[in-house]
């Protein structure tokens, strides 16, 4: 099976900071791959899926990019409302595999 | 508007079955460009993705937890029901269903056609506790 590893597992930064948070397949995936959002205590919420493309209502500081094995999720001016566990989730073929997540923090 | 509502049990006995049923609003489950995913999150952990099922009746599960599921659905009563066998303690968890998106088709030697895509909405979540 494939496997993603995302990097860091958490970070802390200051409000209006650059956050970029990588994931890697361990084998190629195209572009196959999601971002999810997961407040404390919430349910995930899709943000970006084919690697790059927002869904709709997320705001455009999210941007995602990426193909093959590397992909990153930006955030280009970190909010406070950003503080989540963000994962990636590749889905080229079964088993749609999540990565063990980010948490990102306020500093 | 799309909904999904998990139910099922709060508490299971080790080595007892967990039966839970997603109920989904909004969408049919006979929509060729969907299906619905079953994911569990152990408490601080991270999500696992478990089964899905399509309207073609077309499903995949977990490597690691295949001998122990079972995902079917009624799609006259907008129902997907998962089954797993076996519970132990280390499957405490809160178990979410979602819709899948699908995004494309490819080819399993073993499972012939199958699809993937990305998960949204999400339900609610159910939390099982594996307890004696």
């Known amino acids: 099976d494939i496997q993603m590893t995302q990097s860091p597992s958490s970070l802390s930064a200051s409000v209006g900071d650059r956050v970029t948070i990588t994931c890697r397949a361990s084998?190629?995936?195209?572009?196959?791959l999601a971002w999810y959002q997961q407040k404390p205590g919430k349910v995930p919420k899709l943000l970006i899926y084919?690697?790059?493309t927002l869904q709709s209502g997320v705001p455009s500081r999210f941007s995602g990019s990426g193909s093959g094995t590397d992909f990153t999720l930006t955030i280009s001016s970190l909010q406070p409302e950003d503080v989540a566990t963000y994962y990636c989730?590749?889905?080229?073929?079964?088993?749609?595999?999540f990565g063990q997540g980010t948490k990102v923090e306020i500093k | 508007q799309v909904t999904l509502k998990e139910s099922g049990p709060v508490l299971v006995k080790p080595t007892e079955t967990l039966t839970l049923t997603c109920t989904v609003s909004?969408?049919?489950?006979?929509?060729?460009?969907?299906?619905v995913s079953w994911i569990r999150q152990p408490p601080g952990k991270a999500l696992e993705w478990l089964a899905h099922?399509?309207?073609?009746?077309?499903?995949s599960y977990s490597t690691s937890l295949k001998s122990r599921l079972t995902i079917s659905k009624d799609t006259s009563k907008s129902q997907v029901v998962l089954t797993m066998t076996n519970m132990d303690p280390v499957d405490t968890a809160t178990y979410y269903c979602a819709r899948m998106v699908i995004s494309h088709t490819y080819y399993d030697f073993w499972s012939g056609y199958l699809s993937g895509g990305w998960f949204d909405p999400w339900g609610q979540g159910t939390l099982v506790t594996v307890s004696s």
């Open positions: 084998q190629g995936i195209s572009n196959y």
């Open positions: 909004g969408f049919s489950l006979s929509n060729a460009r969907m299906g």
């Open positions: 989730q590749k889905y080229n073929s079964a088993p749609l595999t």
């Open positions: 084919a690697a790059s």
């Open positions: 099922i399509f309207s073609n009746d077309e499903k």
